[in-house]
């Protein structure tokens, strides 16, 4: 149980377009959803927190209309990284916890976005 | 505010021989802890976690913690070390009614044949 998938694993984008991550809670009802960012040899930096049919809350420092977070359904999830450069390349990962958000965080398996 | 501290970015042991892997916390209220493993490329599965019940948790692949409060550490070890267990590990934290994990910088274990 408490599986958390990523679509895609991997993807490559030319600088200045966007693209969409989801993340998917496969068989539990994920009530909040979190978006991390991991760099190359570093821990997991928290972009933004997302309750389903509420906006996202933002870390300090994240431009949140950069990073635009939907989540529309108790499975479902999305970042989407708009207007995207090379600085925007890294390692994004999503969780999901059911019961609440202080429930424990299962993680998807991350995407890694390459922006050429 | 809650922070993590784990002490060696990289540690090496042998096959078979104790794993230890050290993490300390800060915190003003009593936390709750977590210990994450990531493989290469992948996203990061849940080793054990203490939410205040017994002080030793067990955890999958043989792995264990214990919350020493007056050391204010959750210590990760493994009897016997195994080529598997060649990954990063993330301890964390988190505060009771908060959402929010707190990682710290991850440490390294590499195994040695």
Redesign the interface.
């Known amino acids: 149980g408490a599986v958390?998938s990523?679509h895609p694993s991997r993807v490559i984008c030319k600088s200045g377009t966007s693209v969409k991550i989801e993340c998917r809670s496969l068989d539990f009802q994920a009530t909040?959803m979190?978006w991390y960012r991991q760099f190359p040899k570093?821990?997991?930096m928290?972009m933004a927190?997302s309750n389903e049919g509420s906006k996202a809350t933002y870390e300090q420092g994240v431009e949140k209309d950069k990073f635009l977070i939907n989540h529309a359904s108790l499975t479902l999830s999305t970042l989407t990284v708009t207007s995207a450069h090379p600085e925007d390349s890294s390692?994004y990962?999503c969780?999901a916890?059911s019961q609440g958000?202080?429930d424990?965080?299962?993680?998807?398996?991350?995407t890694?976005l390459t922006v050429l | 505010a809650q922070s993590v501290t784990q002490l060696g970015s990289h540690v090496s042991v042998s096959e078979g021989a104790l794993v230890l892997l050290r993490c300390n916390y800060s915190s003003s209220v009593p936390p709750y802890l977590f210990w994450y493993v990531q493989y290469p490329n992948q996203g990061l599965q849940l080793l054990l976690k203490y939410t205040s019940a017994a002080t030793l948790v067990k955890g999958i692949n043989g792995f264990e913690a214990e919350f020493k409060k007056s050391e204010t550490s959750f210590h990760l070890t493994k009897p016997s070390a195994h080529m598997s267990d060649a990954a990063e590990y993330f301890c964390a934290v988190r505060l009771f009614g908060n959402e929010k994990l707190t990682f710290g910088t991850g440490t390294r274990l590499t195994i040695i044949p």
Not at chain 1, 104 to 110: I, R
Request: net charge positive.
């Open positions: 958390v990523q909040t979190f570093k821990s997991l928290l927190t390692f990962i969780s916890s958000a202080t424990t965080q299962y993680f998807g398996p991350g890694r």
